[in-house]
């Protein structure tokens, strides 16, 4: 079977964790960049990152990556990529762009070209003027980067973010990768007790819930390439086969979601139900001022309100001042907390451990975090 560069986007910050994930998956030859890792695989391999993926916006095949300091150039090296073995006659083919540092800056000029050379190629096999677009979809991208061009095909369609299980959210929620990424940058362990204190509509708790029961991330929705006629169809039955077959539904987990909002405990409920993993996370309505730690050793990991997404400010900064006097009394826990607000240490009353920029949406954050005490060794 061909090879492809295969590209990996996600959000700035995160680019560590997805090449970690793609190593952990055995792809070979990966690289970083920012906001986006690739690696040398297949179209097997480009399903089983769709598939498994937890951190991941896109799988993107790397059609072809040439130099263009002019509209000729673009054309013509456009124009020699595959495009008559790729994209059938109907095809649903949409062109999208972005340049930067680039001689060629104007964006829809450039979509305009790169469309135009492809329907120029595919007039070679099928001899038509017009397209019917009444097909499956492919989307393409000309993206520009320092007269670089690369060329990529989604693969995925939505982004991955899009689990299938939320149907229901509260306001401003917690992208299901960036919550997955948040999980993969702590110390938690299927072993340990697992809180978010300021669930909302239980992304955290279920994310968590699913990287505990070994659930693939995607293997309840569909992507775009599993309706092209160049990829066979039995490559997503078996990912998907083997997908099925790793869920580890023995192992217990001990994963709490709580809220003060009732409405958002019923979300959580749900969106549970939906990802199938409502009897191992229990939700339940309780202010922050009167939770309870359960147990030693536990992981709290939590997107709690901050001043530019939702809340009075006051209530936010009683609110941090809350947590820092619940997790330094035990200092067995280790707690972590994305937030915007530049004077959490402060009103925490602790310094973090380790702090990491991240993005939450187009909201630049931190992320910190707070390291208890190691479990004792298991004999």
Request: hydrophobic share 35%; net charge neutral; charged share 25%.
């Amino acid at each position: 079977m061909k090879n492809y560069r295969i590209q990996l986007t996600c959000s700035f910050g995160l680019e560590a964790v997805l090449k970690r994930e793609a190593q952990a998956l055995d792809f070979e030859n990966i690289s970083v960049s920012d906001g986006y890792v690739e690696f040398t695989g297949d179209l097997d391999d480009a399903a089983k990152a769709n598939i498994w993926l937890r951190t991941a916006d896109k799988v993107l095949l790397v059609i072809g990556r040439f130099q263009a300091m002019t509209f000729e150039e673009l054309f013509d090296n456009t124009y020699a990529l595959p495009w008559t073995e790729i994209i059938p006659k109907d095809a649903n083919f949409l062109v999208n762009g972005k340049s930067f540092k680039s001689a060629l800056s104007s964006v829809p000029a450039c979509q305009s070209i790169v469309e135009k050379a492809i329907i120029k190629k595919l007039q070679t096999k099928y001899h038509i003027e017009h397209f019917p677009k009444t097909g499956a979809e492919y989307t393409i991208q000309a993206a520009l980067l320092k007269n670089t061009v690369t060329v990529t095909l989604n693969t995925s369609g939505p982004s991955l973010h899009k689990r299938g299980y939320r149907q229901g959210q509260v306001i401003a929620p917690l992208k299901e990768t960036m919550a997955a990424a948040l999980i993969e940058l702590s110390y938690w362990r299927k072993d340990r007790i697992f809180i978010d204190p300021c669930c909302g509509s239980g992304t955290i708790p279920i994310e968590a819930a699913m990287i505990g029961r070994n659930i693939a991330p995607g293997i309840m929705r569909k992507f775009a390439a599993e309706n092209w006629d160049f990829i066979p169809s039995d490559i997503w039955k078996e990912a998907r086969k083997c997908a099925y077959a790793a869920i580890d539904y023995d192992t217990p987990l001990n994963i709490y979601g709580f809220d003060i909002n009732s409405h958002a405990i019923e979300i959580s409920k749900l969106n549970a139900e939906n990802a199938g993993v409502d009897d191992c996370i229990e939700f339940e309505c309780v202010p922050f001022n009167k939770l309870e730690l359960k147990g030693d050793y536990g992981v709290c990991i939590t997107n709690p309100p901050y001043g530019e997404r939702m809340g009075n400010l006051d209530d936010v900064e009683r609110l941090y001042r809350d947590m820092g006097k619940l997790f330094t009394k035990n200092d067995t826990w280790s707690a972590y907390f994305i937030t915007s607000h530049e004077g959490f240490e402060r009103l925490y009353g602790k310094k973090a451990d380790k702090k990491r920029k991240l993005f939450n949406g187009n909201v630049k954050t931190d992320y910190y975090q707070y390291f208890g005490k190691r479990p004792p060794k298991k004999s």
